[in-house]
């Protein structure tokens, strides 16, 4: 790229690109981040969406994968301003008859909880979560050779089945529903391949770190990235939108925090035709449909657990939760939608005024959808926790087009970069022994479109940054 003012130019600085410029500047590299935006963070904005002393979370608010990820807790992110909640239960998920299952930290709790599935589950999940940190670095990257390949073959045995057919070895709604809600994350019908692999990943990370929120909003996360990023001398630039490679600064290499459907925009030029080809094959999943309410009083479940949960999975049963993803990969909007809610306020009085709080939620809709879902969203929520609509002072929604239009790397709404199917887990955006490789040399692909997928952990930035470490700059990090 002729003269360089820079080793690295990194554009985007969502988890994954702030990972990268990290681990690159880490390497003793002169890095650039630039970001389209006013401020950085992606996914892990915050901002007063609706009141003033309101504040949401934008896109992610619960954060399971943060500390689970080997990258994270390899960083002082505690010295740079970051402090996770942890809520009194992970997660709850009501039924019709007021009670709830809940996701303890405790895996004990948890199954003492499930009733006639209490074997069941401990059987499932007891063996994963002992050999589950072991395989993270596996799991959390791209395809190779594993190191521990007999505890890897006995987690494929079973993250593979789909999570209707593990599902329906429970003898208890309770128990089915609350797998099916956790296995719904994989945004995909739960008749798929491997997507037990989602409620699995989920639950263990429950059990071993926790569902936490980050005091002061997901905002925080990325700022203590950024401040630990520029403590190593790294620079990022906001406000600078690239829609050509030739608007960026001389560098060695350039990493992209962006989707194949954004690179093929800004470097199509500087492909080869037949990786442009396999990038335009590229498929995405669902959208979303997201709302945040400020509210006179914490949400009013009838079941008392979900009063003490950070997240609240509401869709009743697997069989009413599966019927819903089935029909939104189909086209089909439905009318009682598997909603996901967040209750940040409950646990982060800075979230809102004293005494008043704040909720998130969303749930899955067809690719690119503009259908106002709100009604459907919060008679979901008047079904367990009537006398809901009362209490909300103020709300705000995106549908999924407007999501992309927020963040262009959420296309069609779709807020993992690319649906996660088993066609696409690690073939993601093309099945190559390093994903993260361009058919230019100089430059890589770091998003959420590079495995191991969606979620704030930064192992897609990490890895690509690794790879490019190596092939450009000779330089070789330890696993």
């Known amino acids: 790229m ?17 990972a990268a410029g990290i681990t690159l500047q880490q390497a003793g ?4 981040i630039v970001e389209a935006k ?7 904005r915050s901002a007063e969406l609706t009141l003033p002393g309101y504040l949401h979370d934008v896109c992610s608010a619960i954060h ?33 008859d007021g009670t709830a299952a809940v996701l303890d930290q405790s895996i004990v709790h948890t199954a003492l909880r499930l009733g006639a599935d209490e074997g069941a589950y401990l059987d499932l999940m007891g063996p994963l979560v002992e050999t589950l940190p072991g395989l993270l670095p596996e799991l959390l990257g791209p ?14 045995l079973k993250a593979l089945p789909s999570a209707w057919a593990t599902g329906k070895r429970f003898k208890t709604k309770a128990a089915a529903g609350l797998w099916a809600g956790m296995a719904a994350h994989a945004i995909q019908p739960l008749e798929n391949i491997a997507t037990s692999a989602f409620a699995i990943m989920l639950m263990a990370a429950a059990h071993l770190k926790g569902w936490p929120i980050p005091k002061g909003g997901s905002q925080s996360i990325a700022d203590a990235l950024a401040s630990y990023f520029s403590s190593l001398g790294g620079k990022i630039e906001t406000g600078f939108e690239v829609s050509s490679l030739t608007q960026l600064p001389g560098s060695k290499v350039v990493l992209m925090d962006v989707t194949p459907k954004q690179l093929l925009r800004i470097a199509g030029d500087r492909l080869t035709a037949s990786y442009r080809a396999r990038l335009e094959n590229y498929r995405h999943g669902p959208g979303v449909f997201k709302v945040d309410w400020a509210l006179d009083e914490p949400i009013p479940f009838t079941a008392a657990d979900c009063r003490k949960a950070g997240t609240v999975h509401l869709g009743n049963t697997l069989e009413e939760i599966a019927q819903y993803e089935r029909n939104v990969a189909k086209g089909i909007q439905g009318e009682k939608p598997f909603v996901l809610v967040a209750q940040q306020s409950l646990f982060d009085s800075s979230r809102a005024p004293e005494g008043k709080h704040t909720a998130w939620a969303y749930c899955h809709v067809p690719n690119g959808s503009k259908v106002d879902m709100t009604g459907e969203i919060e008679s979901q929520i008047e ?18 087009a407007e999501m992309e239009g927020y963040n262009p790397n959420y296309i069609g ?13 690690y073939s993601r ?51």
Not at 2 to 18: K, Q, Y
Not at 38 to 44: A, E, L, P, R
Not at 147 to 155: D, Y
């Open 429 to 479: 955006p093309v099945l190559s022994i390093s994903p993260y490789r361009t058919s230019a040399r100089d430059i890589y692909l770091c998003s959420s479109s590079t495995p191991p997928g969606g979620g704030v952990h930064g192992m897609c930035g990490y890895h690509a940054a690794r790879q490019a470490l190596k092939d450009v700059f000779k330089i070789i990090i330890e696993k």
């Open 383 to 400: 079904r367990f926790a009537p006398g809901f609509r009362d209490i909300i002072k103020a709300k705000h929604t995106m549908n999924a």
């Open 143 to 156: 395809l190779r050779w594993p190191s521990q390949p007999v505890s890897l073959a006995k987690f494929g």
């Open 413 to 425: 709404g779709d807020i993992n970069g690319g649906i996660q199917d088993i066609f696409q887990l």
């Open 2 to 18: 002729g003269n360089t003012e820079f080793d690295a130019v990194i554009v985007g600085s969502g988890p994954n690109g702030l």
């Open 38 to 44: 006013s401020s950085i963070g992606g996914g892990m």
């Open 64 to 96: 399971p994968m943060a500390l689970l990820s080997p990258f994270f807790a390899a960083l002082p992110l505690d010295k740079f301003g970051l402090e996770m909640i942890q809520p009194t239960l992970a997660a709850a998920h009501p039924l019709d």
């Open 29 to 32: 590299l002169s890095v650039l």
